[in-house]
């Protein structure tokens, strides 16, 4: 069974920074497109980053790009979201997502096939 982990949430002031990490499990993901996704409370989930099988193509949305940066260790089956200069707009539920292998890299959720429980990011103010 496949099962995604998402870990290092928590709360942190505005200009402070978190590191998310995502565990897969049950399934062989180096061949997977890997994203992160958030929901605000009241909001619709949003496309935050994605990173292609390779680690070779990245993605952001505009409103983290410059301050997140996604990466990923394929022998680890892991993917990570290093979050610096936060802002209370990022406040929300992160959630890691992956592909089926050899899946384009994608922007939408709909291209995800397989997603973790979430893990919360509270920024004050």
């Known amino acids: 069974q496949v099962q995604l982990v998402e870990s290092g949430g928590g709360l942190v002031q505005a200009g402070g920074s978190l590191r998310l990490s995502c565990a897969a499990s049950?399934?062989?993901?180096?061949?997977?497109?890997m994203g992160w996704f958030r929901q605000a409370r009241g909001k619709e989930r949003e496309f935050v980053a994605a990173?292609?099988?390779?680690?070779?193509?990245?993605y952001y949305a505009d409103s983290v790009k410059g301050r997140f940066t996604i990466s990923r260790d394929n022998a680890k089956n892991t993917e990570y979201l290093q979050m610096n200069s936060l802002k209370p707009e990022d406040t929300a539920v992160y959630y890691c997502?992956?592909?089926?292998?050899?899946?384009?890299?994608?922007?939408?959720?709909?291209?995800?096939?397989?997603w973790g429980q979430g893990t919360q990011v509270t920024v004050s103010s």
């Open positions: 997502a992956a592909s089926t292998p050899w899946a384009i890299t994608s922007r939408e959720s709909k291209e995800y096939d397989y």
């Open positions: 990173i292609s099988w390779s680690g070779g193509s990245v």
């Open positions: 049950g399934g062989t993901f180096s061949r997977s497109a």
